[in-house]
């Protein structure tokens, strides 16, 4: 069984930066892509960012240049810097590997 718990999110001023980390349980992680997601007010939940097994990694339109996906296979976590945050960038971030999704944790940018 795959869980994955989410962390790092919080209030950021626009500009500003964070890092979120998703920690994976189970057996796995090392051969798997794994995503992000976010789902802001009101709104349906959106494909962030993307990192293969191999490391190829990609990105949505709206984050390219801001943001950057990593993992770390000994520690079955993957990662997701946040830089130069906008208020547009305010939502819950969610990982997903295979079809497990973890519980998400909410990013707040104030202008």
């Known amino acids: 069984q795959v869980q994955l718990v989410e962390s790092g999110g919080g209030l950021v001023q626009a500009g500003g930066s964070l890092r979120l980390s998703c920690a994976a349980s189970?057996?796995?992680?090392?051969?798997?892509?794994l995503d992000w997601y976010r789902q802001a007010p009101g709104k349906q939940r959106e494909w962030v960012a993307l990192?293969?097994?191999?490391?190829?990694?990609n990105y949505a339109g709206s984050v390219k240049g801001r943001f950057t996906i990593s993992r770390d296979n000994a520690k079955n976590t993957v990662y997701l810097q946040m830089s130069s945050l906008k208020p547009d960038d305010t939502a819950i971030y969610y990982c997903?590997?295979?079809?497990?999704w973890g519980q998400g944790t909410q990013v707040t940018v104030s202008s």
């Open positions: 990192i293969t097994s191999a490391g190829t990694t």
């Open positions: 997903k590997m295979s079809s497990y």
């Open positions: 189970g057996s796995g992680f090392s051969t798997r892509a």
